[in-house]
């Protein structure tokens, strides 16, 4: 099952190698040291927080509200482990709780679509593709980052969007609810973000709590539509 775990993230380790490059970059240009830099990524592992603390850093922000902001923005983690829980096999408790420190958006996605259950042993492994990547990478870019063309450091940024699109289509292809559940979680993350200034974190907790509950209330109307002719 580890070893499933590995092959799953691949994808993931591909996917966060440019992101963690460019990170990297952006720590040292903000004053970060190598060593700051690559322990920020071993103990938050947190791509958003990250970035948003670099600039937060950068503002002369103080430590109380860095820790709040990344907090807010980190929120729908909550969500994201109990939701999770409910696929996780019956491991002892220890272990759930080690494996919970590296659900990230990616991790979760890929394990959520898993067929099936899921167990420590899977989720270390794949955890520790993506974990491994991140932070390795987070070092190189802080190391080389700067000698990078510019062009090349603008495009890094792309990789992610592309690597979260390859997650949606197999999801897609075997069941329809998925895409309208993206659609609507992102339409309404925009209105808020956009119009109404919230927070990135609430704003993808509650886009996400509402999609989800529309698409779902939709489903099974439909349904009772259904057995009513």
Not at 59 to 82: D, K, Q, V, Y
Not at 121 to 129: A, C, H, K, N, R
Not at 142 to 169: D, K, N, R, T
Request: some cysteine.
């Amino acid at each position: 099952m580890f070893r499933d775990g590995l092959k799953s993230g691949v994808a993931i380790a591909v996917g966060y190698a440019p992101v963690a490059l460019t990170f990297g970059l952006l720590a040292k240009s903000t004053g970060l040291s190598l060593m700051d830099t690559t322990l920020m990524s071993m103990i938050v592992f947190a791509g958003a927080a990250q970035y948003i603390s670099l600039n937060l850093l950068s503002l002369g922000t103080g430590p109380f509200e860095i820790i709040l902001t990344t907090f807010i923005l980190n929120i729908r983690h909550f969500l994201m482990s109990a939701s999770l829980n409910e696929k996780a096999e019956h491991d002892p408790l220890w272990k759930k709780a080690l494996y919970a420190f590296g659900i990230t958006d990616e991790t979760f996605s890929v394990a959520s679509m898993k067929q099936g259950t899921v167990s420590a042993s899977y989720m270390f492994g794949l955890i520790f593709i993506s974990y491994s990547s991140w932070v390795i990478n987070s070092a190189i870019g802080h190391i080389v980052g700067a000698y990078l063309p510019e062009s090349v450091q603008v495009s890094l940024s792309v990789a992610l969007y592309a690597m979260f699109v390859g997650l949606l289509i197999p999801a897609v292809k075997t069941e329809r609810k998925a895409l309208w559940l993206a659609v609507c979680a992102g339409a309404i993350n925009c209105v808020l973000l956009l119009w109404l200034n919230v927070p990135k974190g609430w704003a993808i907790v509650i886009s996400t709590i509402i999609s989800a509950i529309c698409i779902q209330w939709v489903v099974e109307k439909g349904k009772e539509t259904t057995y009513a002719q």
